[in-house]
């Protein structure tokens, strides 16, 4: 009788197994493709849409010469530098903004007061369009990298923040009994049982961060010059002004593929941690 | 493992008219009331009840996760609790589950590591330790939480309907090896359940409760020898017994 229940168990657990074998090879093709076809989608229809002659080729250009000056740009050493300060802000706001979400995410999360005083006005940052306290910051710290930063955190904190306090709410009260009844109280019980329960969902708290953390930073740069080189921001407001289309579409092209790019990793961090969380429901 | 039998204790629990009331609304719900009961120093007693008897309050109680609203309870050593959900924690791996148990014993590595790979053979599950519980069996997942009870060091175990959700072969099953663990490792056991023939066949003895608000009913010793199997007709009438016990004590409460 024992014997049998052991094979029976075993065999549950093997038949489970097919649907894993034969899945990364698959799966990467299949999320790419309809990526590629995106691209191909895209591009064609700004292809028809510049022969169309819709509007003058100096204000659509096609794809071809958009290409070519987004080559160009990418053997200057002044694209270069605008990029790295871009990317230094980025990651610089966005670092202060991580710790900053998750002290208060933590702190807000430990104490019932502060979850009534602040919890719901984090929600109502989060739903305030970042770029509105811009005007609010300029006067504050006047044309400084000061300004940029203030709507950049004031972007992605709030999210951060939130994504820490929803996933520390929805921990299962049972895992806590668990933890309580092994004997982690105070931090150990949030260092081995409720952080790493909260974790899916701060991650999606931080992948959201980074979005807004990337739209402030992108609306601010346009807004303001700070510094000694021109940053991307900067870099998309001269080829406003001097009517350069086809910069500026190449300067698009590049934020749009930086952003994307983060989002990609963001993804697969996402999905790692579900997969290891049992989250993600194969095994049904 | 072995714990040095202290003879001066006798009773690893010990419940003294005990109530445990909750707020709800403008009234309160008794979920308790007057319970008193001991359970010796290694002693197998099984608790069955409608649901609504405060079963659960109980071993919460018991285990010092909640307090009492009057009398007391009381539970001598280390207490571990097992649920009809594994409760495992997702993240960790069927070892890890364990060693985190050891880990916030203060047991150090390479120690915990080996002490968990020794647990995990105990309950049948060598070759699964690097699986994680979304990868295991119902009945895998309650071996690897019966494992990381014993990483406690627990001298008491309350289980609150542990099996009810595993298949019966299954079931049969963990019954031998909780039997085996309890003996082996000097266990006292306080287990709720609400299958009568679950009971009769692990306990020492039954407790009945009554709900709404739960108190201790009827009791009723098993002498039946061990090994007992479930088909045994001598199992059965006394099953028959005390379902008919609980069936009154529905009728009374509800």
Redesign the interface.
Known sequence: ??E???E??TR??AE?APHRIHAPKFRAWSGLWPKVVAVLIAVGVWQVAAWSGWRPANVLPAPLPVFQTLFGDLSHADFYAGLAMTLRRAVLAYGIAVVIGTLVGVLVARSTILRTAIGSAILGLQSMPSIAWFPLALLFFQRSEAAIFTVVLLGAAPSIASGLLSGVDHV?P??I??G?????RGL?LYR??IL??A?PSFVGGLKQGWAFAWRSLMAGELIVAVGSQPSLGQQLRAAQNLADTSQLVALMIVIFIIGIAVDALFGALDREIRR????LGT?A | MSKVLELSEKHSLSVEALTKAYPHGDRLLVALQGVSLEVKRGEFVCVVGASGSGKSTLL?LL?G?EEPTRGRAHAHGH???I?Q?A?L???LTAAGNVE??L???GVRNPERSRIANELLRRV?LDGFERR??????G??KQRVALA?ALA?DADVLLMDEPFAALDA??R??LH?ELLKLWSQHGLTILFVTHNAREAVRLGDRVLVFTSRPGRVGHEVAIDLPRPRSLDSPDLAVIAGHITERLKLEMGIGG
């Open positions: 009788m024992a049998l229940a052991a029976l168990e549950d657990l489970e299962e049972l895992l009994r668990v309580r009844v092994m004997g982690a150990r081995h049982v790493p329960a974790l290891r969380w049992g989250l095994e | 919460n285990a996760l207490v571990a609790l649920f959900e409760a924690l997702p993240w985190l148990a880990e916030l014993r049948h994680r519980p979304h990868e295991l069996s009945g895998m990381r406690q072969i299954t049969d099953r031998e």
